[in-house]
């Protein structure tokens, strides 16, 4: 069952769930996934779909794992910048504008992908399937916008 059939979606976008779930869930999954060589994450438990996203730091150069909730389209992922709703954008994003080559562990599987920040009616097609795993995303927007004028990024990670 998914966690968001069973919590309204505005208490999952909520600016206290939110300052708890940035500090436990990335954390968590990322502990549960490489113990168990990805298969078993806090997120999967809750019913959303988890990958791992290794950019390369745009200032250090050194690999940053990222746990991301993620729609399909074909054979791609999708991905949203909404950082819990932060006014920040996340480092990950920022380390795909400035290198596109990253890779997804899916399972336990790499898999080598190339970035692309998504615009216009492509990214409003992406946004309603990445809404259809994550409707909190809406609320990240609203708080978003209260604190910043940064718009959520969405990234299509293309196979190669």
Do not use: C
Not at 10 to 39: M, Y
Not at 48 to 59: I, N, Q, S
Not at 69 to 95: C, H, I, K, M
Not at 108 to 136: F, Y
Request: glycine share 8%; proline share 5%.
């Amino acid at each position: 069952m998914r966690l968001t059939r069973l919590v309204p979606t505005r208490l999952l976008g909520s600016s206290g769930f939110a300052a708890i779930g940035r500090r436990v869930f990335p954390r968590a999954d990322l502990l549960l996934q490489r113990l168990s060589r990805g298969r078993v994450s806090l997120t999967a438990a809750a019913g959303m779909p988890l990958l791992l996203l290794e950019t390369v730091g745009r200032r250090t150069g050194e690999a940053r794992i990222t746990p991301l909730t993620y729609a399909t389209q074909g054979s791609d992922f999708l991905v949203a910048g909404s950082n819990w709703g932060q006014e920040r954008q996340p480092g990950w994003a920022l380390n795909l504008l400035a290198k596109p080559e990253a890779v997804v562990d899916l399972h336990g599987s790499r898999i080598p992908v190339t970035s692309r920040q998504l615009h216009d009616a492509e990214r409003a097609a992406a946004w309603s399937l990445l809404l259809e795993i994550w409707p909190a995303y809406d609320q990240y927007v609203r708080r978003v916008h209260e604190t910043s004028d940064r718009e959520i990024m969405v990234f299509r990670l293309e196979r190669e």
